[in-house]
Every structure is written in C-alpha cells, then in structure tokens.
C-alpha cells in the first residue's frame, strides 16, 4: 500500500488462455503484488483529475433526462456492502458468468485472484467505483460474453507479459466514466455529459452499455500502444480521449453508433 492507500496487482501472463480445474486452489496465473496508486481510492489517474480553476458550461435538463440522472446517481450511491445478500447473489453471479466450468468455494476464496482481483476478497475492491462497478461488469458478462471472455481469458492480440487485472481494471473504468461523465453534479458541466444523458433519457443501461464499449476500446488502446501494467494510466488517458471524441461525433444518434462499439461482440 502506498500513503493514498492504492495498490496493484499485475498479472504475469503465463498463457495465453486461462486452463481451469474444477478445484478450489486451481491458479493458472502468476499475482504479483506492490504499490501504485491506480487501483481503489488511491487512484491518481489523469483522466480522474480536474483541475478547480476550469470553467464549465452548466446545461438544463429535461423532466425525464433529470430522472433518469437521479436514477443512475442512486445506483453510483451504492457502496458494496458484504453483508448484503444482493450484493452476494451478484457476485456469485459475476463468478459463475465468468467461469461456469468452476465451483466457486465462497465469497473470500484465494478463486478471485484468478478473474483480476487484489485479494481473496473482492469486496475490497469496490471501494473505488461502489456496487455499480460490480453491476458493470455482471452487465457485460452477461450482454457480451464473448467480448467479456476474450478480455478475462487475454485471448487477443501480442499480450504483455505483465498484464492489467481484468477485474480491477473494470473497477476503474466505472470510476473513470463516473468522472469523465460528470455523474455527481445535479447537471452536467460538460458538453460530452450532456450529451450522455440525451442517451440515457432514450436508454435507460446506457451506462452499463458504455461501460463494455470502454473496457474493450481499453484493452484496444493497451494492445496498440504494447503496453505493460505500468502504462496504465496512459491507457486509461487515451481511452478517455478517444471515448470523448466519439461521443461528440455529430452524427451519433444513440451509443451503438459509437465506433468503438463495433468492437464489441456478443
């Protein structure tokens, strides 16, 4: 742990695809543990930072779009809580999307280091993006599985030999939308914010929607740039530059028009 209180994980890739075992301390991957502060609340990546002395523009909403904000802030409200048997049901879910061949020993079980977390206890990861990131990546396995799989399993590409965490790197994808988005201001501030809830208004899981697209138009960042766990946030800054451009494309009238969405497959 570092004094902001992130750490990491990186993963040495031992091969290509993950080899499972129908037991309870199957491990294919080699977890390597030391600081840094892009995981968790010690995030530091810039494309989490603003900068106080920015002026922004405030847009009006509409009743409905005003709902559907309020709507979604309640869901980013959430902190993961443990104790919650919704909480647990979704991450039993999460484990058995992702890896069906394989009995899941419990909720604290040394099993999650191989799907990208720190630990043996997922829930201390949440602390950085809040049940919502958990939503996500449930919502991506299920809608995506093939995308979801390729990305778990790092089946694409000339893959580093220390590899982002698949897990905790989606944790930092909600928290870096939930910024770039502006989701905590009671409007947005931003004209890439106000244009997300023209299509939220019109969609009501274009979050969780936009949250694949992004996880996937990252891992295509990370194969582009050959990057390795240290370039993270690089990654990170450069997804979110790409994200912003496509989604003020003039003629993007709803998110499967983004371009990045034809990375996705089901």
Known sequence: MDDRGGSFVAVRRISQGIERGNTCHSTSAEVVAGSAAWLGRGLSCVCAQRRESDARPSFDLTPAQEECLQRLQSRIDVAYDSSTLEHQEALRALWHTAFPEEELCGLISEQWKEMGWQGKDPSTDFRGGGFISLENLLFFARNFPKSFQDLLRKREGDRSMWEYPFAVAGVNITFMLIQMLDLEAVKPRTFVGATFLKFLSENEHAFDLLYC???????????????SYMDFNAVMKSTRRQLESELLLEEITRLEELPSYKLLTR
């Not at 697209?213 to 990057?227: P, S």
């Open 213 to 227: 697209i992004t996880f996937k138009l990252m891992d295509h960042q990370w194969l582009a740039m050959r990057a």
